[in-house]
């Protein structure tokens, strides 16, 4: 069975980098639907009471609703504070949390002199060198300690990534990561743990900004598992899940971190983006599948697969996203998109101008031609003369558009351009737009032979 999940931190609109986090577990559970239920999980990061915010929250589950990237469960770290707190005892009875001291300032000041003397900045773990006594002073001059969690220096880090293959760390080039704050409140690194193992998460699959996290996260999930917390029934592979690290989205010049503001999914779905759009380019955004315009999930979902994936930075371009977008539209049905548009165009009216549309929102714009008012240009007195023709011999019939211009074809000898154009123009305002065959019946007959008229007599 495949359980995977998101765990994002309220702290923020959602946008593409973490769109296409989402989408990549959400395809991975639904892939697993095949062996069985898959579940793809939500985790909502809000152990920093401070920066998160209920209002993300609720944008965070409208956002994957939006996309039809709902989970099979919601879970919020802020309910489950219980099971932090039990697995942090059992690690620090088991020796792997110690307490530490150091104000921010004195870290920092040991930072540099490592720099300085060209040494990685390590923590030294000077509190671990504490004595009993040394460490009731502190507590007595009332400095509550923030924890450490204590890497086994001996215990080689390695994994298999899903993405980036064999991967090694040595424990004694990291520091004992901070999990804990002095106020109790917890950082991400331990509950992330916890709850993968809590849950049964089979895959954590998140970008390669998080490499050195798991790194250090490989040996929490040993350690918990070896302090025997997380449930009986979890079966994760040997003791920690399968980990998968994608490279990063950058823009077409670079970085993206800048202008994440604009691409996030509210950005995206105000300035008219289909949520197809989207998953049609996130799905395969650097893996070696082409990126194509996908209504079909089904079609992104069976062409899902990890080992698709490249190293190299995957670039984000949000051309290439208008294009998809265009390609999508032309292909929705009515029915998916009759709630969004102007009222009177039905399913015929749809039709005629969804190839012309690059975003549902002009639709409005182009169904004008149909209702009116139009704006003709000026005719030459031959196109005049031809276009009172044209309304003698307009004649309503199945086809009213062919049967005009076979007639006209015949009556004048005009074909091509000099027969088409100055009709078009007449009836739409435009030289270009809709397919006509389609347009006409939508324009009626009545209005149809007044525009014509009125076009013939200016
Ligand atoms: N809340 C973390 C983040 O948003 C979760 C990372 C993860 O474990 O997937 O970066």
């Given at each position: 069975?495949?359980?995977?999940?998101?765990?994002?931190?309220?702290?923020?609109?959602?946008?593409?980098?973490?769109?296409?986090?989402?989408?990549?577990?959400?395809?991975?559970?639904?892939?697993?639907?095949?062996?069985?239920?898959?579940?793809?999980?939500?985790?909502?990061?809000?152990?920093?009471?401070?920066?998160?915010?209920?209002?993300?929250?609720?944008?965070?589950?409208?956002?994957?609703?939006?996309?039809?990237?709902?989970?099979?469960?919601?879970?919020?770290?802020?309910?489950?504070?219980?099971?932090?707190?039990?697995?942090?005892?059992?690690?620090?009875?088991?020796?792997?949390?110690?307490?530490?001291?150091?104000?921010?300032?004195?870290?920092?000041?040991?930072?540099?002199?490592?720099?300085?003397?060209?040494?990685?900045?390590?923590?030294?773990?000077?509190a671990l060198k504490l004595t009993d006594e040394e460490r009731a002073t502190r507590q007595a001059e009332g400095v509550s300690p923030h924890w450490r969690f204590k890497l086994d220096r001996e215990q080689r880090i390695d994994w298999e990534d899903a993405v980036r293959g064999p991967q090694k760390f040595d424990p004694a080039q990291l520091s004992d990561p901070v999990i804990r704050r002095a106020d109790g409140s917890w950082l991400y690194m331990l509950?992330?743990?916890?709850?993968?193992?809590?849950?049964?998460?089979?895959?954590?699959?998140?970008?390669?900004?998080?490499?050195?996290?798991t790194a250090v996260q490989v040996q929490m999930f040993s350690a918990l598992h070896q302090a025997g917390v997380g449930p009986d029934h979890c079966d994760v592979v040997d003791s920690f899940p399968n980990l998968g690290h994608t490279a990063l989205l950058v823009g077409k010049e670079g970085k993206l971190s800048k202008r994440l503001g604009s691409l996030s999914c509210e950005a995206l779905r105000e300035a008219g983006i289909e949520p197809a759009a989207?998953?049609?380019?996130?799905?395969?955004?650097?893996?070696?599948?082409?990126?194509?315009?996908?209504?079909?999930?089904?079609?992104?979902?069976?062409?899902?697969?990890?080992?698709?994936?490249?190293?190299?930075?995957?670039?984000?371009?949000?051309?290439?996203?208008?294009?998809?977008?265009?390609?999508?539209?032309?292909?929705?049905?009515?029915?998916?998109?009759?709630?969004?548009?102007?009222?009177?165009?039905?399913?015929?009216?749809?039709?005629?101008?969804?190839?012309?549309?690059?975003?549902?929102?002009?639709?409005?714009?182009?169904?004008?031609?149909?209702?009116?008012?139009?704006?003709?240009?000026?005719?030459?007195?031959?196109?005049?003369?031809?276009?009172?023709?044209?309304?003698?011999?307009?004649?309503?019939?199945?086809?009213?558009?062919?049967?005009?211009?076979?007639?006209?074809?015949?009556?004048?000898?005009?074909?091509?351009?000099?027969?088409?154009?100055?009709?078009?123009?007449?009836?739409?305002?435009?030289?270009?737009?809709?397919?006509?065959?389609?347009?006409?019946?939508?324009?009626?007959?009545?209005?149809?032979?007044?525009?014509?008229?009125?076009?013939?007599?200016?």
């Amino acid at each position: 069975m495949i359980v995977t999940r998101f765990a994002p931190s309220p702290t923020g609109r959602l946008h593409v980098g973490n769109l296409r986090t989402a989408l990549h577990n959400w395809l991975l559970a639904r892939k697993g639907d095949e062996d069985g239920q898959g579940r793809f999980l939500l985790r909502i990061d809000d152990t920093d009471a401070e920066r998160s915010r209920e209002e993300y929250v609720d944008a965070i589950r409208e956002d994957l609703a939006w996309l039809g990237l709902e989970p099979d469960a919601e879970y919020r770290q802020s309910e489950r504070l219980d099971l932090y707190e039990n697995a942090f005892a059992q690690l620090k009875d088991a020796g792997r949390v110690y307490p530490a001291y150091e104000t921010a300032q004195e870290l920092e000041l040991k930072r540099k002199i490592a720099l300085g003397r060209g040494l990685p900045p390590i923590y030294d773990r000077a509190a671990l060198k504490l004595t009993d006594e040394e460490r009731a002073t502190r507590q007595a001059e009332g400095v509550s300690p923030h924890w450490r969690f204590k890497l086994d220096r001996e215990q080689r880090i390695d994994w298999e990534d899903a993405v980036r293959g064999p991967q090694k760390f040595d424990p004694a080039q990291l520091s004992d990561p901070v999990i804990r704050r002095a106020d109790g409140s917890w950082l991400y690194m331990l509950p992330s743990v916890v709850d993968d193992l809590d849950m049964g998460v089979t895959y954590v699959l998140r970008g390669e900004d998080h490499v050195s996290n798991t790194a250090v996260q490989v040996q929490m999930f040993s350690a918990l598992h070896q302090a025997g917390v997380g449930p009986d029934h979890c079966d994760v592979v040997d003791s920690f899940p399968n980990l998968g690290h994608t490279a990063l989205l950058v823009g077409k010049e670079g970085k993206l971190s800048k202008r994440l503001g604009s691409l996030s999914c509210e950005a995206l779905r105000e300035a008219g983006i289909e949520p197809a759009a989207i998953l049609s380019l996130l799905a395969r955004l650097g893996t070696s599948q082409p990126v194509e315009p996908i209504a079909e999930r089904r079609v992104l979902i069976d062409g899902f697969d990890l080992a698709t994936f490249g190293r190299a930075p995957a670039k984000f371009d949000e051309a290439e996203l208008e294009r998809l977008n265009a390609a999508i539209v032309h292909q929705l049905d009515f029915d998916e998109v009759k709630d969004r548009l102007p009222g009177g165009i039905d399913e015929a009216g749809w039709h005629a101008i969804r190839p012309n549309l690059s975003h549902v929102s002009e639709a409005a714009e182009w169904w004008r031609l149909v209702t009116g008012p139009i704006e003709q240009p000026e005719f030459s007195a031959d196109d005049r003369a031809f276009l009172a023709e044209a309304a003698d011999a307009l004649e309503w019939s199945d086809n009213p558009w062919g049967t005009l211009t076979a007639t006209l074809k015949e009556r004048t000898g005009r074909k091509g351009k000099p027969l088409f154009l100055p009709l078009r123009q007449a009836l739409t305002g435009m030289d270009h737009g809709p397919d006509m065959g389609e347009l006409l019946p939508l324009i009626g007959e009545d209005e149809a032979r007044a525009r014509l008229a009125s076009a013939a007599s200016a």
